[in-house]
Each structure stands twice: as structure tokens, then as C-alpha cells.
């Protein structure tokens, strides 16, 4: 495995023989947050990742020249590298962490369309009530279930002794200034019945007020947190909102860009929750919606007995051994 340097200890506890992706692309981060309009921010994402392509390129190439891999999954967003996938004359397929078709167009443009359009296999991670397949999508699409997996862990120490209902609050692990999101939802919800829970990995908390019944933690393993809510206010990332729906908590989405729109209407349609666009974003407004989300519960529930029917690891599995490995 290659990824980023901060998950390299994690991933090797899993077992994984991983090593840091080339430090040019990591030095690239993503600015679209910068703009002030979703057409501007879609051209800096898409300037980000053609100034990554041919960095991820030279290092795919150079680490299947090192470790002679007999088949490669790469991220659908990794340009250069899909390219290089493609051409290295190995079996390979893509990873698709967001929602489809939410990039369609960044893709085209980027040039990697007909690369992704020739992958034997693209590894969906959503599952059907969340995704229904379209007729438009590339040939080999196989949904392979939510993105819920995090490494185990306990509730924080700061949130054991509290007997309110939880309501966590998550912003994006990649800096997007969503930080907003939680200075609104702390004002929405004090002095409601429930105790606010942010996470904040990629924003700053310090000037914040926080109210009696709120604790923010920079980073926290969410599953044990969800384990005692009632409801999830999420930025409308894949990772988080999944997390929610497939323990059955209804969200509150508050997309602020990038693929979080189209988070934010599938858990809408799906019944699991409600969707505030970040334009609209005040305390009133968000204290509404989450109190809405909250009569919910049984969409979500719904939705977290098909994520658990769907069985995505095995198909994973299977799709990998029978499409790449055959």
C-alpha cells in the first residue's frame, strides 16, 4: 500500500506492507475551498490534480517497478497514477470513495475519462437504498458497500460520564473552511436536549464558544460516538455520513462542496435524513433540520439493515480475485 504519511503507522498495524506516497503530492493540497463560487472551486480542485498527475504518476510507476505488484487498485482521483495504471500492462481498477457520477466533467476534463473508461473493475464504495445504478455509469461498476470502516476505539474519556444524548458533529479531515459548521450548530443546539460532540481534524477551535452542553475533541474515532446518538450534522463527506446511516443514526447534511452535494441528496431521498445547503447555513435553520432528522430514525435504520444485507467485503473480495486475479 502507498498513501499518505500520517496513515502509514495505522495501516501497517493492520497488516498492510505500506509505505508514503511521493512527498510532491502531498505537497499539493487542495485550495478549492478558496473560491467563491462552485464553478471556481470545481477549477481549482481540477488545477490541484492536474499539478498532482504527473508527480503520482512517476510514483506509481516507480513503486510498481520496485515491489512488481500482480495487479493495482488505484484512487479514481489520482490522475497521473490512473493513467500510468493503465499503461503499466498489469491488471488494475479504481476505487471510487464518492458518489456517482459527482466528477464526471472534472474527469473529462482532466483527460483520465478514457483511461476509467477501460478499468475492468471500478470498486464503488455505497450500496443500494443510498445508490441505485444508472444505465450512464462505466461498464465494470461494482458496489461494494459503505465507507464505514475506521480503526477501533472507545468513546473519549471527556464523554463517558454524559448521560444526554449525543449529536456529533463532523467537519472534513481535508481542510475545506467548514469550520463554520460547527460554530452554527453550537449555537443551534444550546440549550437543546442533547450534548454536542465536534470533531474538528482540519479546522481550529479556538475561538469558539463552546456551550455547557458541547465538547469538541480534535479528532475521535466516530463509530463510538455514534454508538450514543441520536443524530450525525455532517460537512456531507461519504466517510462520515456513511458512518451515521450504517448505524442507523439519521443525518443532518450541510454540504459546503466537492462531492457533498450529492451526499446530501441521496440522504434526503433515502429518508435517513435531511440536507441544509451551506449557503442557507444559520442556527435556526440547522437547529430545524436536525430536530427533522432526528423523527428520521426509522429511514436510517432502514438503510443501515441494507448496508449490513450487502455483504460489500465479500463482494470486494470477489470482484478483485475474479476480475483482476483470475
Known sequence: M???????????????????????VEALPMEDWRARTATGAQRRAIRTIRARAPRDSRDLLQTVESTRPDALIVDVLAAGALNAAASSGRPWSCYRPFPLPPFRVALALLGIATALSHAPLHLYMSAP???????????????????????????????????????LITTSSE???DGRLVEVALEALDGEPVHAVATMPAASSAKLGIPPNATIVPFAPHMPILRHSVCAITHGGMGATQKALALGIPVCAVPFGRDQFEVARRVE?????????????????????????ITR???????????????GTEIAA?????RLLA
Open 297 to 311: 430514525r426509522d429511514g436510517a435504520e432502514k438503510l443501515a439493515r441494507s448496508f449490513a444485507a450487502w455483504e
Open 129 to 167: 437504498p443510498f445508490e441505485r445504478r444508472r444505465d450512464d455509469w462505466p461498464k465494470g461498476v461494482v458496489m461494494v458497500g459503505p465507507c464505514e470502516w475506521e480503526p477501533p476505539g472507545d468513546l473519549p474519556p471527556e464523554l463517558t460520564e454524559i448521560r444526554e444524548p449525543l449529536v
Open 318 to 322: 470477489d470482484a478483485v480475485e475474479d
Open 175 to 177: 481542510f475545506q473552511a
Open 2 to 24: 502507498r498513501t499518505l504519511a500520517s496513515e502509514i503507522e495505522l495501516m501497517r498495524s493492520r497488516g498492510f506492507d505500506a509505505a508514503p506516497i511521493s512527498q510532491e
Open 269 to 293: 431521498g433515502s429518508g435517513a435524513g435531511t440536507r441544509l445547503p451551506a449557503r442557507r447555513l444559520r442556527p435556526d435553520r440547522l437547529r430545524k433540520k436536525v430536530r427533522e432528522a
